[in-house]
């Protein structure tokens, strides 16, 4: 027991729980994308349920977008690298989000938008979307868009070179733009230079995930260094990468601060974490509430044209 005490009063680093390779998958009107996790069980990363990586430069493969559809009952985090995403909603919101700027929606009791993807002058289209899910007693709140452009958003650049847009959460002392998100995320856009080893603080309570976008690295547990195989991309890949590669996904287990070490080419990896909610799950596509019912309910009104709510019911 006493032995038990002593290393909880330590920092404890994360071992990685699981890896995995983000699939391709057919979303939207056809938009070619890849999905890391999302429908199925998502315990293991909750308060969060679905993440894609739309990345292309095939514009055929993404222009059709993502035309009207709902949502209630959770939050639609969209990070954008290249391109443009332009977006329009119920309410009467237009706009556009580019490289580097961030749309938070929280969708709350119901909210029907568009996201159409349009490319870079290459024709590179590059983004994430993370779905977050609300609380019971928020999941009929009303909606809310925060809108944060790059500018926006704080880069602190360690010693080393390591750099960290903040998107969301409080991390080395700065905050990010994003506030009054439920879950109290934190999201973050990590780069660590060639070589180099970076631990990084996370609270225990939380559960945590990177996501590699570029270059590679091992992601390090208490007893060294930790190769993490990942699945063989294609038929052409004889010998599957002993490191967390491109669009690769690793999900932590319990600790407080994380380690990698950087591969040749450097790595660059989106880390996010949150409270888990703990709270029953009733999911039918862009709909997320607690009980069957209250599913039923929503797929009801949108039938009978009463699914969105004016602010006075609110």
């Known amino acids: 027991m006493y032995a038990t005490l002593d290393k909880e009063a330590h920092l404890s680093i994360r071992p990685v729980k ?10 939207g009107a056809g938009v070619h ?12 990363f909750d308060p969060f349920l ?15 977008g993502f035309p009207w559809h709902p949502h209630r009952g959770i939050e639609t ?21 580019a490289a580097g700027d961030v749309q938070w929606m929280t969708a709350g009791r119901g909210i029907i938008h568009q996201e159409m993807p349009k490319g ?5 289209m590059h983004g994430f979307q993370l779905w977050a899910n609300l609380p019971s007693s928020l999941k009929m709140t009303a909606p809310r868009y925060q809108e944060v452009k790059s500018a926006e958003i704080p880069l602190v650049t360690d010693d080393d070179g390591t750099g960290v847009r903040i998107v969301c959460g409080s991390f080395w002392g ?21 070589g180099k080893r970076k631990v990084l603080p996370i609270e225990t309570t939380r ?3 990177a996501y590699v976008f570029a270059g590679d690295g091992k992601f390090c547990n208490a007893s060294g260094p930790l190769a993490v195989p990942t699945e063989a991309v294609g038929w052409a890949d004889t010998t599957p990468p002993a490191e967390a590669g491109n669009r ?22 989106l880390l996010v974490s949150g409270k888990p909610l703990e709270e029953p799950v009733a999911w039918y596509g862009p709909i997320v509430m607690n009980t069957q019912e209250q599913l039923r309910e929503a797929f009801t009104e949108l039938e009978q044209g009463t699914f969105l709510k004016k602010a006075a019911q609110g």
């Open 18 to 27: 699981k890896l995995i390779k983000s699939k391709p998958t057919l979303e």
């Open 33 to 44: 994308l890849r999905r890391a996790f999302g429908f199925g069980n998502t315990s293991d």
């Open 50 to 64: 679905l993440f894609d990586d739309f990345r292309n430069d095939v514009p055929d493969d993404y222009l059709a």
């Open 77 to 97: 985090i969209t990070y954008v690298l290249a391109g443009t995403v332009e977006h329009g909603d119920s309410m009467g919101n237009r706009g556009a989000i």
């Open 120 to 124: 870079d002058q290459t024709g590179r």
């Open 174 to 194: 700065r905050r990010g733009p994003v506030d009054g998100i439920a879950a109290d995320p934190m999201y973050l856009d990590v780069s660590v230079p060639p």
């Open 207 to 209: 559960h945590a995930f």
């Open 248 to 269: 690769s996904l690793v999900l932590f287990d319990q600790g407080d601060e994380l380690t990698v070490q950087a591969g040749e080419e450097g790595i660059r990896f």
